[in-house]
């Protein structure tokens, strides 16, 4: 059974322990992490789209018997 007391003192220190952030800053650098990877992953594709490309030919045309 929970006493009246350690519901006050749970009410009383709510802003207390509303107050840690760690939790909350590890998830915006991660955000932030996300968002510089999607974007090298969109510069470096459109940067390598013609290398990228010219590779799969060779590839296709070699399994097509031109090699």
Do not use: H, K
Not at 2 to 23: C, H, K, M, Y
Not at 26 to 37: F, G
């Amino acid at each position: 059974m929970i006493s009246i007391d350690r519901v006050l003192w749970r009410i009383l220190n709510a802003p207390r322990f509303a107050t840690n952030e760690a939790g909350q800053t590890l998830a915006e650098y991660s955000l932030i992490l996300t968002l510089v990877a999607v974007g090298v992953v969109a510069i470096s594709a459109v940067f390598f789209s013609s290398a990228v490309a010219g590779t799969f030919e060779s590839v296709t045309a070699c399994f097509g018997g031109a090699c």
